[in-house]
């Protein structure tokens, strides 16, 4: 791999890690395991190990996950005053007696340990003051973290007061951090519940313990059965010297310390810890997915230090992810909201950590093949990373002698059109687009999730509106009445108030939730609302031509393609029109604000290119100085800003209409910010070729 092969791959990982962590944190809904999460992040470490010159500050190596949802926050922020970083982790023992070696060579005594189960939750930072509880922080960024103490409150295991008890007393102010955690026996309730009110379910107990305690109602929270147990307290006691002491001592304060640890002497007790858990942990009533090494004592940890990511003294041991063998009964073909195809296995029951398995993804027509997975096969399933089942192999010598090789459908389950599949991808697609049942639904869905237009009711409603022809496509929504809703199922007149009364305050939400909500292909959460700033309405986002699109942030010509085809198709031009005239307004919600100066009173500029401050900056100094910004280049344009790697074809444009072109420093002249050196309308970059 050559140096520009390197920056395009490191640039790839930077995004696939971000968009997992985001995923992971703030959504609660990964989609790959910690396994293969940490294969991306090993992968992006070596190159930029290779290329430190390539890795950037912004780097995921870096930096922790953050958990806070910059957009919609509902939880006030506040900083940590020690930083929560994360743990390294290893998958073999090897590492693990390097992770020894290494400490040994720093330490002139022996070392002690402390092993812990890694216990899957959502980490939190409590902090008390007076011996009552002050504050509690989410991870957040590691920086910051969202306050949420109202709902930790909720949590019968966290003592809001402490009764002073044991050899040392508590300080006047201190931290203790731990995990909070949804035990199976709360999850298996939970997601019963959910079921039968047709509400999308939990993947695994990490995430419905992240999802819950971000809820907004405290008393949904306590129902939920939340519990907490705390592993590191940050506190100046004199006399406590080890992490072991330490825990003893918060247990004696009050504080729920989980009893799955050990004090270890030398690697070999290390290793019967971890061989004890790799199969005790299946009896547990909450989910582990490893064991945390933290050398015991503090002195120690000091002189060991920290990276910028995570302490020397403590690394993170996973365990293989569980398997279970069971026989595959048939197989049934998903149509997700895109089109893509998905195999699922239905199986015997099996349990496999701590919930029972009944189904598992196939993945896709390659893996069946690879694995000559048959009909009446025993199978070998997994949870990875405690994440979606899914089918990884097949024991042959259980195989019925009566079993035929497994014949990959050729035309949708749904609506019977016959399948694609691009070259270079892994699944089979249905084409019909606008027509196949489960896609429209699955639009349908997109549209009034929560992330979207977060309008009221989930899949089982959805189902109802759609078959009984009630609605046919999001903008029906808000054409409902009350005498329409009368023939849904197990639906009253509180139910009808809520859904029109969500679907009312939906025509309020930002507008780059509405375009995420529209569902165009490859256009997530963060790619709208990079349009929703660069463009500023649904009518400048749809004549916006390939070569002004690739100029928005983070939009490539695959994006820009799919958006124009997109607004292209006569079945969304019907739809925008009705939404239109539902009365939502198509464009950016611009707050009034006070101008600092009107020196740019009347004049429209078109901004292009990269600066040293963000496009949006730019785009707001216009606007405080009595400007207004335009998305193209025409003849009502002042101004074109160009700053560097503009495009090509807006100089151009520019240039022949005459049009003044002026660069950043010129720019900052023009409202005062900086003295003009003479070159006001000349282009930065001095000369323009084509």
Same mark, same amino acid.
């Given at each position: 791999?050559?140096?520009?092969? *390197?920056? *395009?791959?490191?640039?790839?990982?930077?995004?696939? @890690?971000?968009?997992?962590?985001?995923?992971?944190?703030?959504?609660?809904?990964?989609?790959?395991?910690?396994?293969? %999460?940490?294969?991306?992040?090993? +992968?992006?470490?070596?190159?930029?190990?290779?290329?430190?010159?390539?890795?950037?500050?912004?780097?995921?190596?870096?930096?922790?996950?953050?958990?806070?949802?910059?957009?919609?926050?509902? %939880?006030?922020?506040?900083?940590?005053?020690?930083?929560?970083?994360?743990?390294?982790?290893?998958?073999?023992?090897?590492?693990?007696?390097? %992770?020894?070696?290494?400490?040994?060579?720093?330490?002139?005594?022996?070392?002690?340990?402390?092993?812990?189960?890694?216990?899957? =939750?959502?980490?939190?930072?409590?902090?008390?003051?007076?011996?009552?509880?002050?504050?509690?922080?989410?991870?957040?960024?590691?920086?910051?973290?969202?306050?949420?103490?109202?709902?930790?409150?909720?949590?019968?295991?966290?003592?809001?007061?402490?009764?002073?008890?044991?050899?040392?007393?508590?300080?006047?102010?201190?931290? $203790?951090?731990?995990? @909070?955690?949804?035990?199976?026996?709360?999850?298996?309730?939970?997601?019963?519940?959910?079921?039968?009110?047709?509400?999308?379910?939990?993947?695994?107990?990490?995430?419905?313990?992240?999802?819950?305690?971000?809820?907004?109602?405290?008393?949904?929270?306590?129902?939920?059965?939340?519990?907490?147990?705390?592993?590191?307290?940050?506190?100046?006691?004199?006399?406590?010297?080890?992490?072991?002491?330490?825990?003893?001592?918060?247990?004696?304060?009050?504080?729920?310390?989980?009893?799955?640890?050990?004090?270890?002497?030398?690697?070999?007790?290390?290793?019967?810890?971890?061989?004890?858990?790799?199969?005790?942990?299946?009896?547990?009533?909450?989910?582990?997915?490893?064991?945390?090494?933290?050398?015991?004592?503090?002195?120690?940890?000091?002189?060991?230090?920290?990276?910028?990511?995570?302490?020397?003294?403590?690394?993170?041991?996973?365990?293989?992810?569980?398997?279970?063998?069971?026989?595959?009964?048939?197989?049934?073909?998903?149509?997700?909201?895109?089109?893509?195809?998905?195999?699922?296995?239905?199986?015997?029951?099996?349990?496999?950590?701590?919930?029972?398995?009944?189904?598992?993804?196939?993945?896709? *027509?390659?893996?069946?093949?690879?694995?000559?997975?048959?009909?009446?096969?025993?199978?070998?399933?997994?949870?990875?990373?405690?994440? @979606?089942?899914?089918?990884?192999?097949?024991?042959?010598?259980?195989?019925?002698?009566?079993?035929?090789?497994?014949?990959?459908?050729?035309?949708?389950?749904?609506?019977?059109?016959?399948?694609?599949?691009?070259?270079?991808?892994?699944?089979?697609?249905?084409?019909?687009?606008?027509?196949?049942?489960?896609?429209?639904?699955?639009?349908?869905?997109?549209?009034?999730?929560?992330?979207?237009?977060?309008?009221?009711?989930?899949?089982?409603?959805?189902?109802?509106?759609?078959?009984?022809?009630?609605?046919?496509?999001?903008?029906?929504?808000?054409?409902?009445?009350?005498?329409?809703?009368?023939?849904?199922?197990?639906?009253?007149?509180?139910?009808?108030?809520?859904?029109?009364?969500?679907?009312?305050?939906?025509?309020?939400?930002?507008?780059?939730?509405?375009?995420?909500?529209?569902?165009?292909? %490859?256009?997530?959460?963060?790619?709208?609302?990079?349009?929703?700033?660069?463009?500023?309405?649904?009518?400048?986002?749809?004549?916006?031509?390939?070569?002004?699109?690739?100029?928005?942030?983070?939009?490539?010509?695959?994006?820009?393609?799919?958006?124009?085809?997109?607004?292209?198709?006569?079945?969304?031009?019907?739809?925008?029109?009705?939404?239109?005239?539902?009365?939502?307004?198509?464009?950016?919600?611009?707050? +009034?604000?006070?101008?600092?100066?009107?020196?740019?009173?009347?004049?429209?500029?078109?901004?292009?290119?990269?600066?040293?401050?963000?496009?949006?900056?730019?785009?707001?100094?216009?606007?405080?100085?009595?400007?207004?910004?335009?998305? =193209?280049?025409?003849?009502?344009?002042?101004?074109?800003?160009?700053?560097?790697?503009?495009?090509?074809?807006?100089?151009?444009?520019?240039?022949?209409?005459? $049009?003044?072109?002026?660069?950043?420093?010129?720019?900052?002249?023009?409202?005062? +910010?900086?003295?003009?050196?003479?070159?006001?309308?000349?282009?930065?970059?001095?000369?323009?070729?084509?």
């Amino acid at each position: 791999m050559n140096r520009s092969q *390197a920056a *395009a791959r490191i640039r790839e990982l930077k995004d696939a @890690i971000n968009e997992h962590n985001r995923k992971y944190y703030v959504l609660n809904t990964p989609d790959i395991s910690d396994f293969e %999460f940490d294969l991306l992040l090993q +992968e992006l470490t070596v190159l930029e190990k290779k290329y430190p010159d390539l890795a950037g500050d912004d780097s995921p190596t870096r930096h922790v996950g953050s958990d806070i949802a910059p957009e919609n926050n509902a %939880f006030l922020q506040f900083p940590h005053r020690y930083p929560m970083l994360s743990l390294s982790n290893t998958y073999n023992k090897e590492e693990l007696l390097d %992770f020894h070696n290494r400490i040994s060579k720093v330490s002139d005594q022996p070392v002690e340990y402390v092993c812990e189960l890694k216990l899957d =939750g959502t980490a939190i930072c409590l902090t008390y003051k007076d011996g009552r509880l002050f504050r509690a922080l989410t991870r957040g960024d590691g920086t910051i973290g969202d306050d949420v103490t109202r709902n930790v409150l909720r949590i019968k295991s966290i003592p809001e007061r402490l009764t002073p008890a044991g050899d040392f007393p508590y300080p006047p102010e201190f931290e $203790i951090r731990g995990e @909070i955690v949804m035990p199976f026996i709360s999850f298996g309730e939970l997601n019963s519940a959910k079921e039968k009110n047709g509400e999308p379910l939990f993947a695994n107990p990490r995430n419905a313990a992240a999802g819950t305690l971000k809820l907004l109602s405290a008393d949904e929270v306590e129902r939920r059965g939340l519990d907490c147990y705390l592993y590191h307290l940050i506190a100046d006691v004199p006399g406590i010297k080890t992490h072991w002491q330490a825990l003893e001592t918060a247990s004696q304060w009050g504080f729920p310390v989980s009893q799955y640890r050990r004090l270890c002497r030398n690697v070999e007790e290390i290793m019967e810890f971890l061989e004890y858990w790799d199969k005790a942990r299946a009896d547990l009533p909450i989910a582990t997915d490893g064991v945390v090494v933290k050398v015991n004592s503090f002195s120690l940890q000091k002189t060991l230090g920290m990276t910028a990511k995570s302490p020397r003294w403590a690394t993170a041991y996973k365990f293989k992810a569980e398997q279970a063998a069971t026989r595959l009964l048939s197989v049934d073909f998903q149509v997700g909201r895109t089109g893509a195809i998905t195999p699922v296995a239905n199986l015997e029951p099996v349990l496999l950590s701590g919930t029972t398995v009944k189904r598992a993804s196939l993945h896709n *027509a390659d893996q069946i093949a690879l694995h000559d997975i048959r009909l009446g096969d025993m199978v070998y399933v997994e949870k990875g990373g405690e994440i @979606i089942p899914k089918v990884i192999g097949v024991e042959l010598s259980s195989r019925p002698g009566n079993a035929q090789p497994f014949h990959y459908i050729t035309h949708c389950p749904e609506c019977g059109s016959l399948l694609e599949r691009d070259p270079g991808e892994a699944k089979h697609f249905c084409p019909n687009r606008w027509e196949c049942p489960p896609q429209i639904k699955g639009r349908i869905e997109h549209f009034m999730s929560r992330k979207a237009m977060n309008i009221l009711g989930g899949e089982a409603l959805v189902e109802q509106l759609y078959d009984k022809q009630i609605v046919k496509d999001p903008a029906d929504l808000y054409y409902l009445e009350p005498p329409m809703l009368e023939a849904l199922e197990n639906w009253g007149d509180k139910s009808t108030q809520n859904l029109l009364s969500s679907i009312e305050a939906s025509k309020k939400v930002p507008f780059h939730r509405f375009l995420f909500a529209l569902g165009i292909p %490859f256009v997530g959460e963060t790619t709208a609302k990079y349009l929703a700033s660069h463009f500023g309405s649904l009518q400048a986002l749809k004549d916006a031509p390939i070569e002004d699109l690739t100029e928005a942030p983070e939009i490539g010509i695959k994006i820009a393609s799919s958006i124009r085809d997109f607004f292209e198709n006569p079945v969304i031009g019907i739809m925008l029109d009705k939404l239109k005239d539902a009365g939502l307004p198509l464009r950016q919600d611009v707050t +009034e604000k006070e101008l600092m100066s009107e020196s740019l009173q009347g004049l429209q500029f078109v901004i292009s290119g990269t600066f040293s401050r963000s496009r949006e900056d730019m785009k707001n100094l216009v606007q405080l100085h009595g400007g207004k910004v335009l998305s =193209g280049v025409s003849a009502h344009v002042d101004y074109l800003l160009s700053g560097d790697k503009t495009g090509p074809s807006k100089l151009q444009k520019a240039s022949a209409m005459g $049009i003044r072109i002026i660069g950043e420093k010129d720019f900052l002249a023009l409202i005062g +910010e900086l003295p003009s050196e003479g070159t006001l309308f000349e282009n930065e970059n001095k000369t323009t070729s084509f």
